[in-house]
């Protein structure tokens, strides 16, 4: 019985330990506020600037916010159908320039490591699911792509996909039905080995998935974006589309505080 009283104690110790090293602290939060806040947080477009895998182009910096602004501390992407003809996309050749909107990426990166071995990324969201509207929120790798993984991604109708590329070829999917209203996004990311992650997903604080990646000491760059067409079928919109968002935040735990 001694023995077994003594053996718990330790383990109390050096859990205790454990936790006492380690913090957990806020990488954003409240940026919505003002433009001058926004900007210490978020860089404006892509992190490769303007295009991408659909037909919008990306617009937006500091003084244009025609595509991009703030109001009611929330973020408003804009899709606005465009009439001339603006070539084809820098990134896609074979895809048309049909429509101007817009994109953010933190400037924080996210790293999964040993210092940093827990992430937390949520937000809440109000997206569009007509055909030919393709609104993500996002996780992609900062130096190589594949990672990626989509905490919010919809493709023309009222399915959310949470995927996790590992290769291009080893996806992991789970798809949820939601109406176009406000929901909460979010996903925990966890080290639990040498090499792996592990990230649980959730919607309106009910788990819906849980993937796994090679992903420790991978950065990350966190995107919000309103691309329109390329993966999102069926006849696109011609007037106005609008993704909104509010209440972004990003933590993690510091094991050196």
């Not at 792509?145 to 992991?172: A, Q, S």
């Not at 649980?200 to 992903?215: C, L, P, Q, T, V």
Request: overall charge positive; aromatic content about 14%; charged content about 25%.
């Amino acid at each position: 019985m001694k023995t077994n009283i003594r053996l718990i104690f330790i383990l109390i110790l050096i859990i205790s330990f454990e936790f006492s090293n380690q913090a957990f602290e806020t990488i954003i939060s409240n940026s919505l506020k003002d433009y001058n806040t926004f900007e210490k947080y978020w860089n404006y477009l892509y992190p490769w600037k303007s295009d991408h895998n659909g037909s919008a182009r990306m617009y937006g910096n500091s003084t244009d916010h025609s595509q991009i602004y703030l109001k009611d501390r929330q973020i408003i992407l804009k899709a606005t159908r465009i009439n001339k003809n603006e070539g084809k996309s820098i990134k896609y050749p074979n895809l048309k320039i049909n429509y101007h909107s817009g994109a953010i990426h933190s400037k924080h990166k996210i790293l999964i490591n040993d210092q940093y071995p827990d992430y937390e990324i949520k937000g809440e969201f109000k997206a569009p699911i007509s055909p030919g509207t393709w609104p993500a929120f996002w996780l992609t790798g900062a130096n190589t792509w594949p990672p990626e993984i989509d905490i919010l991604e919809f493709k023309g109708n009222n399915v959310n996909w949470f995927n996790t590329f590992r290769t291009k070829t080893d996806i992991e999917t789970c798809k949820t039905t939601l109406d176009n209203g406000w929901h909460k996004y979010r996903i925990w990311m966890t080290k639990v080995s040498k090499t792996d992650v592990e990230i649980y997903f959730s919607i309106d604080e009910k788990h819906k998935a849980k993937h796994r990646g090679n992903f420790v000491g991978k950065p990350f760059h966190l995107i919000m974006n309103l691309q329109m067409e390329g993966g999102s079928p069926g006849t696109p919109p011609t007037k106005d589309t609008f993704f909104y968002g509010r209440n972004i935040y990003v933590g993690r735990t510091n094991k050196l505080k």
